[in-house]
């Protein structure tokens, strides 16, 4: 027979949320004390997931599964770090020791440039390894893009703090490249209820990336479009054709101070001052219901980790070698700005089926399906084998994953979007090697696990290189699966961002069985 106990009721909501030890008492022993020990563990977890998601997700109006869309204005900003592989190439070699040093520089990094963001009046909406977006939300003032540049000079004047990093292996020097553009998105929350995203669609997304990308290290660099708002209130020297870096020649006064406090979500009371079981039990209620949908945007292995380690509110850095997935996702993502009114959930059911099925098909192997991101076309998707899960045969998986992948694209119906019908297809890299694996952000506020590195990079530059629904390996991918898949030499071939050529592979199909 189950416990007489008020938690049996809700045991079903409590079973995914609760470490291990802790649901073993509950269940042994629903005392009181125990009621108050799971309802301190939520609190705590309540914090942390909301940590780990973009405050853009409006959770008044959250429903988990429920495919909704909005046309924002505002201001975009990314940035992007150079010097991290060479910081963590001189401390990798260090074991535990290295990985705590690497955290600790990344952390100062990390927590400076968010706060910044954030008194700014920004918002981080999304890491992507080093790389931040955050968006300036246009207000009745109409100065998001003052505020932007404003925040951008003020990264670039703290980045004084990161020009020389003492490691093992000799100094070595951080440096942040900035763009920003001025435009609107459509934000879509996509998923089923295990599952959710927040994704950014629409030209400007990529507009704002192409003015990061077209900058320069310690500059500020802006588009036309986010020029002309501010062109008056700065001063610029021409870039790239089509883009204007800040001249930063302001005082302190000048610059002036920050727009604001930053502000942290709203998060009901959930206090217990008296122990009774019914009070207590009303609490963990409340505290479910916020935490339940939010947590929908997180992976579930990942969202296990932070279960796990929620009472320590933090996860070890380690230097693991998984293998890393990209898949840019063409067709859908880029179709918003075609959309006729109403017709942007029409686009956001597509693009959410099709997201479920991708998330799906790398669950069924073992993988994670970290995020859905922005790039200069279709959406990247990034996958993870072998963290924070351990497995013996990642890139087996990995094969596995893409293959199935690849028939999901293929196999898309696009619905036609202001009488335009998309092709959608798919382009995919496949990598493994050595990356750093924590969590990046504030220690007690906006941060997310992630996974860095070189190895990650040239996953993304394999991605790339990759022709429609073709999927490219490393030749050490090629190595671990060439036993069970078809792979075809494509010779050595020079990839953007790294010193010598890579001799890379094509993966057609699984060989037939003999």
Known sequence: MLPESPLTTIESRLRYLLPAEMYVSMWGNPSVDIMLEVHKHLRTLQRIVH??????I???KLK???VKTEWQHGTMMFTDLAGFTKLMEANASKGEEGAENLLKHLTKYFSSMISIISVSGGELVEFTGDALLAVFSKTERNDDTARAVRAGLRMQRAMKEFAEIETPSGIVNLKMRIGIHSGRFLTADIGTPRRMEHVLLGKDVQQAKLAESNGQNERVNLSNKAYEQVKDKFRFEDGKEGYHLVVDDLTDAQLGEYELTPLRRRMASNIVIEKDKNIVLQQIVSLLDDIEPIASFIPDPILSLLVESAADRRIPPDFPEPTIMFIQFVGLPESADRALPGEERKLALSFS???SLINAAVEARGGVLKKVTYHLSGSD??????VPNAHTNNEMRAAAA?????EIVQNIKAPSIGTIQSEVYCQIGINV???FVAEIGEPRGRREYNVLGDTVNTAARLMNYAEKNQIIVSEKVKQAIEAKYECKSLGEVSLKGKKSAMVLYELTQPKEKK
């Open 51 to 56: 940590d780990y998601t973009s405050k853009q």
């Open 58 to 60: 409006d959770i008044t």
């Open 64 to 66: 988990p599964g429920d």
């Open 353 to 355: 089926r099709a997201f």
């Open 381 to 386: 998707i990034v996958v993870y084998f072998g």
């Open 402 to 406: 893409a293959i199935a992948i690849r």
């Open 433 to 435: 090697g050595p990356a």
